[in-house]
Every structure is written in C-alpha cells, then in structure tokens.
C-alpha cells in the first residue's frame, strides 16, 4: 500500500494530557460549559494542569480564568473548546497560534448544517494543515479515558458511566457509543476509553482505533461503521490492531437504501456499497454485528478470552426444553458441541440422582437445581472437561432464591476454571443472581440467539486469526481516473495473454477472405467471430457475434453478415475488424470474474460462477486485492457453487488450481497497475476439466486513459 | 380432510372447574402436595369445590381427607393426581371409574424414563379409551388460568406470575412456557392460561390451542413446537385459531442434528423435517419464531392491533445514529417507512428548532428530550400522522430523568392515539422510564433487531390473513402404505395424462423394427428413447437412455444398443420395452414438481427449478396440498427462479399460466387419491414460452401396492 496519508499521530497527549484548557467555561447550572468543568474536576481524578479561558469573567467556580488563549503562559496539550459556533473558527486560530497539541471542539453547527457549516470545517483544516494542532471534532460529544479517570466531555451522564475495563470505544456519533458502553457496563464490562470525534474534520475513527491498538488496557475495541472516508486509512488502522490482537466489533449502518439516507444525513459521509463493505470487514477481520447488543454481546466475550476457531461448547441446563433450543440453535450456527469424556460423565453421574440420563446438553432438572452443592458440582465437571471449550448455561426463568444460589454457583465455579462459562439470562424479569453474575465478571447475555451468534462469531473470529498473513497490506485506492479508456475483446485478450491468462486462439480479420484463412489457420474445427470495435460494448445486441461457423465459406458469410448487420446501427467505421476464434471443446464450467476500483476501498476482485448462480442468487466471493494463492483459492471455495467445480454429483472436477492461479495472476497484473486499470471483467472465464486450464471467453478492460500499462 | 380423530372436547371444565379433588395434598412443607394446596387456596381465588384425598390422613391444613377417589360423594371436574409414580395409573383407574372428566397429572417417571415408563403411559390411554375421562399429562407442571384466578400448579413460582392479560400459552414442557410467560409480564403483558400438558399421553397441544382459539379473553397463542404427534389434529387447530383471527406464535426446537436429539430425549416426539415444518407453518398463518425474547415481542404486538400487511412506519428518536440504525434494519427487513403528510411536517416545524430537518426518521436531538413538551408535541404529532400505521421509538441509553420524562410522554401520547407506538429500551441498564412504559401497556422491545423482527412478522401476519381462504382444509395425513410399487416412466406419464398434465407424444417399442416405426409416426423429427423397466430406477446409469435420435436407422441401432447395455447389468427379462418420445423443441426451463406424503402432515408439494437452482440453492417452496390456483401461483412466485420464468433478462417469458394449472390438476389427482399416492416426482417439467404449456419430461410415481388409482 502507498503510505502517503497513512501516518497515524501518537495520540497519547489527546487521551491523557499533561495539561488541558478549557475554552468556554462556565458556573451556568446545565451550562456546556458548566458541566464540563464539573466533569473534569468533580467526576474525574487526573493529576494535570486544568486551565480556563472566558472572554468576560475572570474567575469561575474558584478558579482563576483567562480572556483567551493567546494569554496562556504555556502551550497546553489539550483545548476543549465549548464556545459558540461563530466564535470557533477564531477561537482554533488561537489555539493553533499558541502551540496547543490537540483540540476538542464540542461546539455544533458546522458540517451537519450544511454549506455554511462546511466552509468553517475548511477553515479549520487549514488551521490544522498549517500549524500542526490536530482537531477532534466539531460537533461531538467529548473523550471518555475511563480507565485514566479523565472525563473530557460536557455530557451529564458521564458520571454515571465510569466503570472502567478491556474496551475501547471509537465512534463518530455520541449515541450508538454510549448505548454500547451503559449496555457492557450494566453487565459488568467497562470501557477504558471511549473516543467520539463527531464531523472528524481531522481525527478520524480510524486514529482512535489506531491509538487502541498500541493501548495496554485496551483488549477490544467497538466502532459504528457509519461512513468510511477514508479507506486506505480505515484499513491500516484495522490491520495494525490485527497484528495487535485486538479484535473490532462494529455495527455497520448503511445496509439499505433507508439506512444509507438516514446515515448520510446524519454523518456526511459516504456509506459506500453493503456488499463490497460486508467483504472488506471481514477480510480485515473484523466482527460485523447487526445491534447494539450483538456488539456488547461480541465484545464481552472477546474480552473474555483469545478465540481459536475450534471451540467446542457444553450446554448446561436444569430445564429440557431449553437445553434442546440451546443445542438446536448452536446447531443451526454451524457450532460445534462437545463429547464429554468418560470421567466428566462418570463424575456427573455421581452428582445426579440416578434417573437423570448424562450427555450434552448437560440437563440437570428443576428439581436438583435447588441443591446447590449439586449445581456447583455438575457446573464444575462440565467447565472441566477435557473436550469443552466454552460452557452455555442457559436461565430461561428466575426462580429467586433457587437462581440467586445457582448464580453464586456459577462465580464460584468460574473462578476456579479457566474455560468460559457463559450464562443466558433469557427472561424480562432481572432478578438478583443476574446481578451477582454481572459481579462475578460473567457477562450474562440476553437471550440464547444473541449468545449462539456471539460464541459463532468469537468462534470464526479464531479462524479468522488463524490464517492472518501479518505481512499482507491491501493495496489500497489509487485515485479514479477522470477519463477513461475501453479496450476492444482483442486487446484486452492481449493484455490477458500478458498478464498469463489464458484465452482462445485468435486472429482479427479485416476482409472476409482473411476470415476463411484464419478459419484454416485456427485448424479448421468450429469458430467464434465477434466484431472487434472499442465503440460498441454489447456485440450480441447489434448482430456483431456468430458461434460455430465450421467451413471457409461460412466463416466469409459471416465476416459480411457481421459488417452488414452492424452498418445496420453504426458508421462502418467503428468497425476495427472482426475476431476469428477457435471455440472451446465441452466441457467446461463458465465463472465470471471482476476486478474494480472500490471508491473506498481500492481495488476489489469479485468471483462467482455464470448464469444463474451470480445473478439470481449473489453467489460470489470477493477479496481486497492483493490475492495470494491462498485467499484465492478461498476465495472459490467459499461459493456455493464451488461443489460444481469440485465435481457435482459425481461429475469430474474442473480446473480450480488453474482457476486459482488466474485469480492471482489478474491480481499481480492489476497490483502491478493499480494507477490504470479501473475495472477489469472476464465474463465468461472457461474452466475446464481438471487439468485443462481456463480460458477467457469474453473480457472488459478500462483503464485510464492518461496513464500506459506496464509488465 | 378426514375428521376421523379430528374431534375436540370442549375443555371448559378442565380450565375452570367446578371441582377440584387433589390426590395426594399433603401440608409438609415444600412438597409438591403442599404447594399446590397452597397454589389452589391462598394463591387462587375460585369459588369452587375442593377436596383433599391421603391414603392415611383424615385432615390437612384444617381440610377434611378422604382416602380415596373412590370414596368421593360427587365426581369432581377435575382431579389433580400428585401422586408417586408407582401409585399414579391405580389412581387414575379410581378416577376414571369414579366418573372424574379431566386429570391433572403431575406425577413423572414414565414415557420420559423409557420402556417401563411406557407402558404405564399406554395403561393410562386404556383408562381414558374405556372411561372417557380425559388425562393432561403424566409429567406436567400444572393448568395455570390465571385469568379465571385459579392455580392448578405445584410449582413455587406460580405465585410470582400472575398478572393476567390477553395470551394463551399451550406448551409441553414448563421451562420453555414460564420463559414466555415471565418475560411477558416483565413488559407488562399477562398470559390469561398456561395448559402445559407433560408426556401428552391424551390430551395435547393442539387441544389447548382449540380450547383458547374459543376463549374470548385470549387474543395471541404462544406454543413451542418441539414436535408435533398427530399433525392433522395440529393443522385442525391452527385453522381453527386462524378463522377466530387468533394468531399462533411457535418457537420450533429441532432446526438441527443437535435439537433434534435433545427434543427427542426431552419429549419423545418426532420433531419432523424442519423444512416441512416451516413451510407448514407458514401456511397455516403460524408466526414462527427463533426465541423466546422473539416470541414475547411478536405475541405482545400481535396483542396490541390486527395487523393489516400494509403497515407504514415512522421511526421517532433523539440519536441520529439509533435512527439511522433502526432505518436501516426497516430496509433490510423489506418494510416500508412511512412519508410523512405535509400537516404533520409543518406540526413538526412548529415544535422544533429551525436548525433540526424534519423527515422520517424524526429526529428530534438529544438538546430537545430535556424539553418533555417538545416530546409531547412531537410524538403526537408523529403518532396522528395519517400516512404512519406504526411508530418506532428507539431509547439507546437511559438519560435518567430527562428518558423517565419521555417515557412519561409516550404514555400519554398512547393513550390518545390508536397507532401503536413501540419503545426499543436497547440499553441493559433498566432505568425508571422503562416501569413507566411497561406500567402503561407499552411493552417496550429489547433490541433494535427485536423490534424490526416483530414489526416484520406483525406485518407479515397480516400479509396471510388478508390471503386467507377459511374454506381451505389441509388433505391431511392417510396411513404410509406397508407396501409400494413404483410405476415405469411410460406408465406414470399415462397417469400424468390422464390427470391432464402433458407429456411429449410417446410410443413404447417392442423391438427395433417398433422403434423405426414408432420414429416414423411421431413425425420423423428427433426423438429420444428410454428402457422401460419397473426395476430400474436409473435409466442413465445403466446406458438406459438415447437422445436425439433422427432417422429409422438410429432408431433401430439405439433400440439395440439399449437393450445390449441393459443387459450388461440386468436379466433381459428386466426391458419391458423401450420408450420412444418426440423430443421438445428449445427454448424451455425445467422445473422440478414433487409431492410426497410427509409422515406428520400428509401430502406436500414442493416446487423449484431444475439443476443449480434446486440442488445448490434449494430454491424450492412448499404447500400442503390441496392446492389452489392462487396458491400454486403463489409457490411459483416465491422462488428466485422466478425471475427466469417470468422472463429474466430481457427474456421473454415461459408459460407460468400453464405452470399453475399443471400443479392445481397434480394436487387434485393426488387429493382424489391420497390413499395411493406415495410420491409423485417430474423432473424435469419443461415449461415452454408463453402460450406453449408444459410437458412432463420425466416422471417417477410410487404408488401403495394393495390400492388402486381412480379419476
């Protein structure tokens, strides 16, 4: 990846600063201003130096105050600037003047409201570009360092959200952030640090994840994915927390056309296509959910533990029917249940009353939970077992006293077990061994769907880690062309020939007696012939395409019918002569495969297989370039189709190692180019049987029309 | 449908008695003997009579005893039996004969402890057969009528969930039934009348949601399907619920190896195939759900308004991110936000500052929530619209009093309009405005997801009912058949015909002179030619089949050949004849239309399009038969492969018309003969273009061996 522009600042002095301003301050009761202050002071334990500026007041709350910032005697790390939206612009020019670090600006009414607002966010990028502060903000709600007892924020509900824990929280938007963080902290998971940058006219999403990546404190981290900016950034900031070992959660906004206008209102930003962003998360691993509790659910258990892929779960119940939806649904999930081992039975079975059968679901009736020695014992030799991985304790109900001691049950067993026990506490009705589980760091989850959806994704994340390539970088967006250039089939099947793509043997003919003796040329078996024009692009619709011509005459037959029925729409001109092809033998298996520029996220290779599978039914795979052979061949393997090509009831196999090595040859080729090709489509590419190679039956190039491929 | 077994009893006398004896009252404490006691006296309050019986006591908590059902002076409505096992099936036998209508059975040890437990079980069916008394149970947790006051329960729970209200749950076990019934009432939603009948030795299911489809205080059927024993009697019931407009919401156990195994062990029922299943269900107008936190929120909507199909939605909030969120999910679940009257806009305008842009979502910032009038005015306003069927409002975070003040609006603004509102309370910090909204009926969901789900299946709800034919029966299940026999091609495509569904033109030779002769009088065009053989089921396999044959020499030389590769594999005896038929002129699709008999709820069509699309896709849909003209249009309809039908691409289209009428006339033959009818498979079915029908290309049909077909 060019790493122009993928520099990421050192963050630390913005999150704990040594010394801070605050611009706008104020003793109004309710007053941004006022409540910042007390936010800073009242509601947090930091040891720095707190300075505050107001343009009439000399004194506020007992402390003294500044008329502005030119007046500091020293440049603080940090100015927090709650003043009115015409007095911020200026207000940043100071701070930039005086050598302030970073700048949080709360103040609203600049991007998100429109053309006005957007001028001011250019004038404070200037101020950035030109004196080196870095602006968090306008419009947010502050910077939450829980874990550093640091309350940058105006919010009145910070006080109530101090828990501090493994989390990190990176968002644009105060909302879907403080959601999450009151949801992990009523279940007993604090957020270390909670950055929100709100119209990010510098700082961005990806910097705080960034920062997060490197924190010590910091196991997870949650984002909102409600417009990406900048991708090659976005991307770089994700694969540094990988490399880290810190998995992203994130809730994607922008799947529908609804979602797409309500974000781009609220944000400004470009959602970009669900499909290529789908891919491209979890390409770089991160775990896409769908709701503020499937982010709590996801980030807790991550926090919980590192994931290997190979999970396999117990489920450990006291009511039938909700052990069998438990083992149902892990399941449906594609999960994996575990085989207790003969002693986890045979101590099982000495806890129990005979009648009760011994397997998994762990079923250990209503009527022993209220033994509580029994539940601790038959909790403690399921989270033994040697073959479980992860225990799913499933409350469909509060029993009161009879949950309450099942709850300390299970703390107690937890503390003594290193495998994850993981409580459901299904019902509406919150009684007190939710809490205690809450206390005991067991994270109770809401109902048994969002704790199968959680355990699947720890599970593929696992996987997901298992097979990251650490020296792997995307190649990131080059800029789009302003022009472009089409090229003709012949050409661009040249360009494939290059690239080491293999295509039918061709010739162009210009007269129809050059037809005949390409036909003779080509071995005289049965041809293709297709109009060779750059302006036309459907060759099918104007007559320009004849299949199986098999003798001299008819291949000059159709040379002439071909110019004729195309003169029909067009100028002869366009005509630049008419490809002679052998036609492949059957049989073989039609893929189509693209490469295009993603605005976002650069370059992005699409695989699917023809006809019905690709456009009926979506089913195709996509990868970030640059492939390797691996992700390629994943890349096949993960269509539903890929039982066609591996040889379908019964069938031969095709050709998926030549398949494979296609992919990654267009890749490097378009790598290699990424400044020229903007789009790039072989439809179809013919595989054929296992060992007879693929061949490009029909292919698109676009590139750019300033810039000149090279090998 | 066969009414033989499809009978229901009125249950009247069982949920509200006029008599209760209890077998086994005892006053130790905590036993099951002295619960109930306690349930039905200081925790009912029914004005019935009450009478104790104990082998050797004379009195209990100041109640007279007598010692057994036999000594009683009036045969009691009801008899509970909390007997031990050993003595349960003596006892019911002195019920039985003492003329007792229902037992309640709590006593366990039976079908669910294996071969001894069931004999037990078929003792008490004896008793039921022969005596008329009716059994609800063995292993059951108890009736709970909580609208009636009336607790015939041991459980020490019953006390705590006794909020009565409008849903009926008919369950077999208790865990996944209390789950319900408790979160339910922690929203503020009661549940008029539990029936959890146990092992379902007689009474079942099905007879409780009969029962509460005719209770005028029930409006919603909550049910958990871990497996269906007489699927007739389950569709008789639904279609009863569905004509008294009571809708049915079912959680399925036994999606997955994992369920089906842990619902088998826990009920001893055939949990069926899921796929069958879900298409039944869906059917029947059952709102089939994944959860239980799903089925509290699709049964308390549904509680709340008839849904029409054609509900718009308006999404009010005070977080831009929550609202394009909740957006968002509108859009991907396929529903329809609502534009809002330009009234309601100016109303809007009216109560919000210029600077906040009004659309749908509403957002009215969180600056405006401390303003509780705002709130007010604004929710009114957005309930009154006249284009919004439905308003969504999503809480992301408890803000103390400033979301109690809101919550306190919602209330009131219900309570003026009939649109319903539906609060998302997303955080798991449960705050004060939370009671308030539960306290006022508003049931508030628990997740974004939730509620997007409900308001879909709401919708969806209402979507079947405005398609409902209430003179629509199931053909229901006829006995499998002990011996079967499955016809040749030539002769299944003569029954086709006779059903008047069409096939090529087809002549059966005899020898290869037949085979010229039978080129000749099919028109001399191409035809193929099949071995015909009752043994063989494979015809490729065995070299059994020869396309495109043209001329009487061909036709000669494959009538050989065919018989020689035959004969590689088979006794000569085998061939039958060879099937000669006029091959199809292209262009056609190849549909697959197949009808089986589901053990559970007898004869099932599923319909797809051939190859990819039904092998890699399953792309199939399913009916009950019979089917109507609407209705096979309708499984036409809902596959992606429609698309290619209807004229995919440009294309034109194939005769769906025809189509339709081929797969009403197949549900009528089978209907004519669901006795006969094993399984009936064309595949394929071309479908030709418009105006040209269809015609069976093949055809398998297995017949009962000792029945014969009529027309």
């Known amino acids: 990846m060019n790493n122009a522009g993928l520099e990421f600042q050192d963050l630390t002095r913005l999150v704990m600063p040594q010394s801070i301003v605050l611009v706008g ?33 000399r004194e506020i709350a007992g402390r003294a105050c500044h008329a502005s910032v030119r007046d500091l005697d020293q440049a603080p790390d940090v100015a927090i600037v709650a003043v009115p939206a015409d007095a911020a612009v ?4 100071d701070c930039g003047a005086r050598g302030v670090r970073f700048a949080i600006v709360f103040t609203s009414g600049f991007g998100e409201m429109g053309e006005a607002g957007h001028a001011a966010e250019a004038q404070m990028r200037e101020i950035v570009a030109r004196t080196g502060m870095r602006i968090y903000g306008p419009n947010c709600p502050g910077l939450n360092n829980i874990n550093g007892k640091l309350g940058m924020s105006f919010s009145p509900a910070y006080r109530f959200d101090r828990m501090p824990g493994p989390i990190g929280v990176a968002t644009q938007g105060g909302g879907l952030g403080r959601a999450f963080m009151q949801s992990a902290m009523a279940r007993g998971v604090g957020t270390g640090l909670w950055c929100s940058g709100g119209n990010e006219v510098d700082l961005e999403v990806s910097d705080y994840i960034h920062c997060m990546a490197d924190a010590p404190d ?75 509790d499937e982010a709590v659910d996801a980030a807790t258990l991550l926090a919980r533990g590192q994931p290997t892929g190979r999970e396999k779960i117990a489920v450990y119940c006291f009511s039938g029917g909700t052990g069998a939806l438990t083992s149902d649904r892990i399941g449906v999930a594609g999960l994996t249940m575990s085989e207790l081992a003969p002693a986890t039975v045979a101590e099982l079975k000495r806890w129990l009353p005979p009648y009760v059968p011994v397997g998994n679901p762990v079923d250990v009736t209503a009527e022993v939970l209220v033994r509580s020695d029994i539940t601790s014992g038959t909790l403690k030799a399921t989270a033994d077992d040697p073959n479980t991985d992860l225990v799913v304790l499933p409350i469909p109900v509060d029993y009161g006293q009879a949950t309450t001691l099942m709850a300390q049950s299970a703390v107690e067993v937890q503390a003594g077990v290193q495998t994850p026990i993981v409580p459901i506490w299904i019902s509406d009705r919150i009684g007190e061994g939710h809490g205690i589980m809450v206390q005991g760091g067991l994270a109770p989850m809401r109902s048994v769907r969002n704790a199968v959806t959680a355990i699947r994704r720890f599970t593929e994340h696992g996987r997901w880690r298992s097979t990251l390539d650490p020296a792997w970088r995307p190649l990131g967006a080059a800029r789009a062309a302003q022009e472009t250039t089409t090229f003709t089939e012949a050409a661009a099947k040249r360009v494939l020939q290059q690239a080491g793509v293999g295509t039918p043997q061709g010739i162009v003919a210009r007269t129809a007696e050059d037809a005949a003796h390409a036909w003779r040329r080509l071995g005289a078996g049965k041809v293709a012939m297709k109009v060779v024009s750059s302006r036309i692009t459907h060759k099918t619709d104007v007559g320009g395409v004849r299949l199986g011509i ?9 040379f002439d019918g071909i110019c004729a029925r195309v003169c029909d729409a067009h100028h002869p001109s366009v005509i630049e002569g008419v490809l002679v092809e052998a036609m492949l033998d059957e049989p073989f298996v039609e893929a189509v495969v693209g490469i295009h520029r993603d605005a976002v996220f650069g370059h992005v290779c699409t695989f699917g297989l023809g006809g019905v599978g690709v456009e009926l039914f979506k089913d195709v795979s996509r990868r970030l370039l640059p492939l390797t052979p691996a992700s390629a061949r994943a890349m096949v393997q993960e269509t539903r189709c890929h039982a066609l090509l591996a040889g379908h009831r019964g069938q031969a196999g095709y050709d998926i190692d030549a398949l494979v090595q296609a992919l990654v040859r267009l890749s490097d080729f378009v790598a290699k180019n990424a400044g020229v090709v903007e789009e790039l489509e072989i439809n179809p590419l013919a595989v054929r049987p296992r060992g007879q190679g693929v061949a490009a039956l029909d292919a698109v190039l676009t590139c750019n029309a300033k810039e000149t491929l090279t090998w």
Request: a positive charge; charged letters at 25%; hydrophobic letters at 40%.
């Open 550 to 558: 098999a003798s001299e005459a008819e291949a000059r037959a159709a």
């Open 25 to 57: 301050a104020s003793d109004k009761p309710n007053s941004i201003g006022a409540r910042t202050l007390e936010n800073l002071t009242t509601y947090s334990d930091w040891g720095g130096q707190l300075t505050l500026v107001h343009p009439t007041r």
């Open 90 to 93: 200026e207000t940043l020019r």
């Open 218 to 292: 910091i196991r997870v981290i949650y984002t909102v994915l409600e417009g990406v900016r900048n991708g090659p950034r976005f991307m770089a900031a994700a694969m540094h927390a990988a490399r880290r070992g810190k998995p992203i959660v994130a809730i994607k906004v922008g799947k529908s056309d609804y979602g797409v206008k309500a974000a781009a209102s609220h944000t400004a930003a470009i959602t970009g296509s669900a499909e290529i962003n789908a891919a491209v998360y979890r390409e770089l691993g991160i775990v896409e959910v769908d709701d503020i």
